[in-house]
């Protein structure tokens, strides 16, 4: 079965500083890997994901991931925190042979500090 | 398009009562689920379809039924709720499995069971 670890459930970030969330996953094959954003009482949002090719993945809102087969890793980054990132975000792994079902992390909710 | 509605947007329950959650996308989803969500427990997976008349158990179905008889909706019932059960609840779809297909996320329902 697949698995995602997201550590450290809160994570505060000042403006302007780097953003780095973690995320190490288990899957017995090459997974798809996906980033979500969780803005306060609404739906999630995909930021991006990886599926084939290229392992440094871009997403919307100047977001990235880079795909580490080695580690097992799919960490995100963004260069410099906006207040409006301020959200929960949720890492979540889906094995592309099967239903398309989804496990997530128990994510990261970011706060940002002026 | 509406994308995946979800109604209501609340609903306080007591003990033993019943109710259906709804979801429903205007966007052809052949797959379509339900996740609930728990402060730090991420989302887990309840139950799933891959098309009309045909469902199948996720992560943590106990508790809930769902059918598919459209392609566009896919009801959460509730038989007979639990203080257990208070969470968020969201739809999700998307096109077919056995690819990957971005799912799209309905803005969720909080249920409170007193």
């Known amino acids: 079965a697949q698995s995602v670890t997201q550590l450290g459930s809160h994570v505060s970030v000042s403006e302007g500083a780097l953003v780095l969330l973690r995320c190490n996953y288990s899957s017995s094959v090459p997974p798809y890997l996906f980033w979500y954003v969780q803005y306060p009482n609404q739906g999630l949002q995909l930021l991006l994901k990886?599926?084939?090719?290229?392992?440094l993945v871009k997403g919307i809102n100047g977001f990235e991931a880079e795909f580490k087969k080695s580690e097992a890793s799919f960490h995100l980054t963004k260069p410099s925190a906006h207040m409006s990132d301020a959200a929960e975000y949720f890492c979540?792994?889906?094995?592309?042979?099967?239903?398309?079902?989804?496990?997530f992390g128990k994510g990261n909710q970011v706060v940002v500090i002026p | 398009n509406a994308g995946v509605t979800q109604t209501p947007k609340f609903q306080v329950l007591k003990t033993g009562q019943s109710m259906t959650l709804q979801c429903a996308q205007d966007m052809n989803h052949e797959y379509m689920s339900w996740y609930r969500q728990d402060p730090g427990m991420g989302l887990r997976l309840i139950h799933y379809s891959v098309g009309a008349g045909i469902t199948d158990q996720g992560e943590v179905p106990n508790g809930y039924n769902v059918s598919r008889s459209t392609t566009e909706d896919f009801p959460l019932r509730l038989l007979s709720a639990a203080p257990s059960q208070t969470s968020v609840y969201f739809c999700?779809?998307?096109?077919?499995?056995?690819?990957?297909?971005?799912?799209?996320f309905g803005p969720g329902t909080r249920l409170t069971v007193t």
């Open positions: 990886y599926t084939t090719g290229a392992t």
């Open positions: 999700a779809s998307s096109y077919s499995t056995g690819r990957l297909y971005e799912q799209y």
């Open positions: 979540a792994v889906s094995d592309p042979g099967g239903n398309n079902r989804l496990a």
